[in-house]
């Protein structure tokens, strides 16, 4: 079993930066890939960011390159996604996500809206 806590959602004024964590507990996490995902209002959920747990390897989104950043801490269990220069387009519930072989767990999800 594997949770992923992520704090309440966030306003920001476009242009500005936010940090998202989640704190994952309940297992070891050798071989797994932690990602950022998010859902806009009327659209699928969609793939931001992810890192390899032990390696450290980093995936992004085109439409985010450049602007975030994903990290993760180990001895706190605890992945982060450093968001620069946000927009009105980045407004979204973000997910934390925590996948190998086999298991998939989210988290519950977190609010993020730009305004412009």
């Known amino acids: 079993q594997v949770q992923l806590v992520e704090p309440g959602g966030r306003l920001v004024q476009a242009g500005g930066s936010l940090s998202l964590s989640c704190a994952a507990s309940?297992?070891?996490?050798?071989?797994?890939?932690m990602g950022w995902y998010r859902q806009a209002p009327g659209k699928e959920r969609e793939f931001v960011a992810s890192?390899?747990?032990?390696?450290?390897?980093?995936y992004y989104a085109d439409s985010v390159k450049g602007r975030f950043t994903i990290s993760r801490d180990i001895v706190q269990k605890t992945v982060y996604l450093q968001m620069n220069s946000l927009k009105p387009e980045d407004t979204a519930v973000y997910y934390c996500n925590a996948h190998r072989s086999d298991f998939d767990y989210w988290g519950q999800g977190t609010q993020v809206t730009v305004s412009s």
């Open positions: 309940g297992r070891t996490f050798s071989r797994t890939t």
């Open positions: 890192i390899s747990w032990s390696a450290g390897s980093t």
